[in-house]
């Protein structure tokens, strides 16, 4: 189940701390055993910037904010300077423009059959279906799964729930198979699930086994968006 309540006593894990104990048990121990601070700058910090632009600018964008705004909001994620570049990926301060500006012609087409998904709970609380965060409950009463949606969309005609995940990783293909079958996509059909219990009636919300995951990709040789 989800809870809104004060889980602070609880074990947190989610898709990502599990990835990285599978990857580097040592890098898992530093940052949630030990709690040490990552090393400012390098190539993981512009990661971490571009990838927060892109999906800042594609949710404005989304919700109908017009270009030289979202690309303003954009353009505040990048906190180094603006020559900083990483060659090999092509991330950069105006590659992360150029992606937001692309994005009006190659994504927003391809969503005009959607809608963001806003609900209000049984508390009286609004959530927004842009930068959802949630948490399941497991059943060991001990722990919860956290979670993140970069797009919780609609569709206008089948009512069904559909997520959309931004990637600006170094794929130019992201296949299905690679996040399908993964606890990631898991945890956000048990989430929308919940939603469609509670809230299906109220909202008209269809229900589905298991929630559709649409990807939009940075594709770096292309500088491009595109919804795969």
């Known amino acids: 189940m989800v809870s809104y309540s004060n889980l602070a006593d609880k074990r947190v894990v989610s898709y990502s701390k599990l990835e990285d104990v599978r990857a580097c048990p040592r890098k898992y121990e530093l940052l949630n055993v030990l709690n040490a601070s990552p090393v400012a700058g390098g190539e993981d910090n512009i990661d971490f910037m571009f990838g927060h632009g892109v999906g800042t600018g594609l949710q404005l964008l989304v ?3 017009p270009l030289q705004e979202s690309l303003l909001y954009a353009s505040l994620e ?16 105006w590659h992360l423009l150029h992606a937001v500006n692309k994005a009006t ?10 809608e963001v998904f806003d609900w209000e709970d049984d508390e009286g609380n609004f959530h927004s279906g842009m930068e959802t965060y949630f948490r399941l409950e497991l059943e060991d009463n001990k722990s919860v799964y956290e979670g993140h949606i970069d797009l919780l969309m609609i569709h206008k005609k089948t009512r069904e729930l559909c997520v959309f995940e931004i990637k600006t990783n170094a794929f130019s293909i992201v296949h299905e198979a690679m996040y399908a079958n993964s606890l990631q996509v898991d945890g956000y059909s048990l989430f929308c699930a ?16 298991k929630v559709e995951v649409k990807y939009i990709v940075y594709k770096v040789p292309e500088l491009d968006c595109e919804l795969s």
């Open 105 to 114: 012609k190659t994504v927003l087409p391809c969503l005009v059959d959607y």
């Open 78 to 93: 990048w906190k180094a300077s603006i020559f900083d570049i990483m060659p090999r990926k092509k991330k950069s301060f």
């Open 194 to 209: 919940m939603l469609q219990r509670r809230y299906g009636e109220k909202y008209n919300i269809a229900y589905t086994p």
């Open 63 to 65: 919700a109908g904010v």
